[in-house]
């Protein structure tokens, strides 16, 4: 073990609190913080003249304090400002409301200070001013100013300063623990630096070039092991043995009978698909594709009875906790017909039950479970696990869907996602998966009707609301996405709900839901509105997916701009699944070009495929897959679309460096692939 595996919050001025902060970014030991790349630079790197520096200009300059002083105004702001001078002249930095800005500032030390100088001091008093500059001490090394400065993704409570000063203080302890492993033929090829340099490059580039050619380093090599460990799996998979399962469709058949609808083709032909490969002495991993609403719920109950009915286990794994409650309290009538037990497990059972259920599971008495994340836990084990589903798979890490597995000895995989991949993409992501399609939505849907409305229209949006709901349809209002505070989100949710209930909907039966609301209350408040108890559910994104409530009609989603496209078709798939017409209603001010383009896509498409073009050709794969806390891409550098060429490159390579790779008995880096 390199310290590189320690918690990060042993790096000095981290510790436990910021470490959480930390997590939030995908950073849990001291290595990730090397890998988590800026996406931007500033470039400090030329110190300029006090005498040659002009308002308006973004510059550093470098200076001694000449004095400094703190002035309280009658209206009760804090000002801090200092003057400071090099040769050439004098020049003043004004910083309002950070009194710990203070205490950094002694005279006589040197400064430099980077930032714009403020048009208006030139203007009113012919002085040159910095307002709120960047400003770094003696000492520091040069770290903030007077080079490129990197920008780092950070989340609330964290800032570049203080990240900067970890990351450097990391690479310089622990650097030397990087180690190659690009053959240093393919780096000469290439042009590239090896692994140490391009990492410090990355974050800290001598200049933007060489910043590029580290990058790019970084780029293949990551698609590179993402080819060779699909090799390696596809190797594996191929000399394994699994379940196999028998052909007798007695309980299958009977279920299918039994359902108030037929089967769509699409959905005939890839329940073939899967339950051939079921038969099969080969494990199965097959992902199932298919719209949001195309029914893909119906083919895992499908397998899951299978399995079952050849007298072993299966389980069925979610994102959410409000899906996997849905799908156990559909589920647990069905199976209870064929005299089988089914078990729920989640975060929010009471440690009693989940004492119980866990010993069910294995013990084998419990013959289905569902359940989330809770899942992969240690202490669940199967008795005879043969079977492993899981819903909207690009919410789950590659690593939670082998823990899963790991539960079992090479059982059957099936995993399903609504996320519109473009095919080539998925070929790339989901090499190690055959892939079956729904393609077609059942019969009697009418297309969703999707609008784009200003906030001045909203009363008559709201009085639209209230006549569907008078008709007996139901509703669903999605509230701002604040996707920096938690604790913003869950004011609004709240702020808006009562608004709602009180001033505009006082006679009609609304319900609150968020991620915080406690699990039974929020199972209770499902189920109310299941059964048309609730006219209007309020929402955070704690529905986005799998939520099935047939009757209602109406998505408003509030601030739409704000929203992901495929998070928006997500959301919009929560209605239009039963006969009558439903609509979506995106309500949004945004003014630039992009987000109304984004949004009329929406308008204009009702296939998620389609969109998922559309949007990569807008704006490319990056923001499509939304974050990297999502698990859909596992990637930490590689963009599919904008590193194509790379890819290829890593694919060309993957065959030639296979065996070395394997071979060579230096620490496989597996943790950049995820
Ligand atoms: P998704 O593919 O998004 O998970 P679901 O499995 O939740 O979709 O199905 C959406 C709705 O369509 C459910 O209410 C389900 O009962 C219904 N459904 C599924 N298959 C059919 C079908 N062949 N005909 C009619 N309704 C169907
Ligand atoms: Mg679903």
């Known amino acids: 073990m390199t310290g590189l595996d320690k918690n990060i919050q042993y790096v000095k001025g981290v510790g436990p609190r910021r470490a959480k902060m930390l997590e939030k970014l995908g950073i849990e030991k001291i290595e990730d913080l090397l890998y988590h790349i800026p996406r931007q630079y500033r ?34 702001r804090n000002i801090f400002k200092i003057a400071f001078s090099d040769e050439t002249g004098i020049a003043y930095a004004t910083w309002f409301d950070q009194p710990y800005i203070f205490k950094n500032f002694s005279t006589g030390q040197e400064v430099l200070i980077s930032g714009k100088i403020s048009d208006k001091s030139w203007e009113q008093q012919k002085r040159i001013e910095f307002i709120h500059p960047n400003f770094e001490l003696d000492g520091e090394g040069g770290l903030h100013s007077g080079r490129i400065v990197p920008l780092y993704p950070l989340t ?45 490059e990355v974050h800290f580039p001598s200049d933007l070039e060489k910043r590029k050619k580290a990058f790019e380093r970084l780029v293949f090599e990551e698609l590179l092991l993402f080819q060779v460990k699909l090799s390696r799996k596809q190797e594996e998979k191929s000399k394994k043995t699994g379940y196999c399962h028998e052909a007798a469709p007695s309980h299958t058949r009977k279920f299918i009978k039994s359902l108030s609808f037929s089967l769509t083709s699409s959905q005939e ?63 647990e009538p069905v199976f209870q017909e064929f005299g089988l037990k089914t078990v729920l497990l989640t975060g929010s059972l009471s440690a009693r039950e989940k004492k119980k259920n866990n010993k069910a599971i294995s013990s084998g008495e419990a013959d289905i479970v569902v359940g989330t994340h809770a899942l992969i836990q240690e202490e669940v084990t199967f008795s005879n696990l043969a079977m492993v589903v899981i819903d909207e798979q690009h919410r789950f890490g590659v690593q939670q869907r082998e823990a899963l597995l790991s539960k079992g000895i090479t059982p059957d995989l099936l995993v399903m996602t609504a996320t519109p991949i473009p095919r080539s993409l998925a070929l790339t992501l989901y090499g190690d998966l055959e892939v079956s399609v729904i393609d077609e939505l059942p019969a009697g849907r009418k297309p969703i009707v999707t609008r784009v409305r200003q906030t001045s229209v909203r009363p008559k949006v709201y009085q ?7 008709q007996g349809r139901q509703a669903f209002i999605v509230c701002p996405l604040i996707q920096e505070s938690e604790k913003l ?7 808006m709900f009562r608004y709602l209930q009180e001033e505009v909907f006082p006679e009609l039966r609304l319900m609150l839901i968020h991620g915080q609301i406690p699990a039974q209350k929020r199972a209770q408040a499902m189920k109310d509105f299941q059964a048309g108890a609730i006219d209007i559910m ?39 699944r039963g006969a009558d017409q439903s609509y979506c209603i995106l309500i949004s001010d945004a003014e630039d070009e992009l987000a109304q383009k984004r949004l009329n896509a929406l308008v204009e498409h009702n296939d998620g495929f389609l969109l998922a073009e559309e949007d990569l050709r807008l704006r490319g794969a990056g923001d499509f897959f939304g974050t990297r806390q999502h698990g859909a891409t596992p990637f930490r550098f590689a963009d ?26 230096r620490r496989f880096p597996g943790d950049i692939v995820r």
Do not use: C
């Not at 639209?464 to 008078?470: L, M, S």
């Open 464 to 470: 639209f609301i209230r006549e569907q709901v008078g």
């Open 640 to 665: 599919l679309i904008a590193h194509q060429k790379l890819l290829r490159l890593a694919r060309e390579k993957a065959s030639r460096y296979v065996q070395i790779l394997y071979e060579s008995d």
């Open 489 to 495: 989100q869950l004011v609004a949710a709240e702020d």
């Open 269 to 331: 032909k890839v329940w073939k698909e899967i339950k051939e490969d079921m038969e099969k002495p080969a494990p199965m991993s097959r992902l199932l594709q298919g719209d949001v609403g195309a029914g893909k719920t119906v083919i895992a109950l499908l397998s899951l009875l299978k399995t079952v009915e050849n007298g072993w286990q299966g389980a069925f794994m979610a994102p959410t906790e409000i899906l996997a409650e849905q799908h156990f309290y559909k589920m």
């Open 43 to 76: 470039d400090r790197s030329q110190i300029k003249k006090l005498n040659e520096v002009e308002p308006g200009q973004e510059v550093t300059v470098a200076g001694v304090v000449k004095a400094r002083d703190k002035i309280r105004t009658r209206s009760g």
């Open 538 to 576: 309020v929402s955070t994104t704690v529905i986005e997916v799998g939520v099935d409530i047939p009757n209602a009609t109406i998505m408003l989603i509030e601030d739409a701009h704000r929203f992901g496209l495929s998070q928006l078709h997500q959301l919009r798939g929560r209605v239009g």
């Open 156 to 200: 609330e409570g964290l800032n570049q300063n203080q990240f900067r000063r970890w990351v450097n203080s990391v690479l310089e302890e622990h650097i030397g623990a990087i180690q190659e492993f690009l053959p240093e033929e393919l780096l000469k090829e290439m042009d590239w630096p090896d692994r140490q340099q391009a990492i410090w």
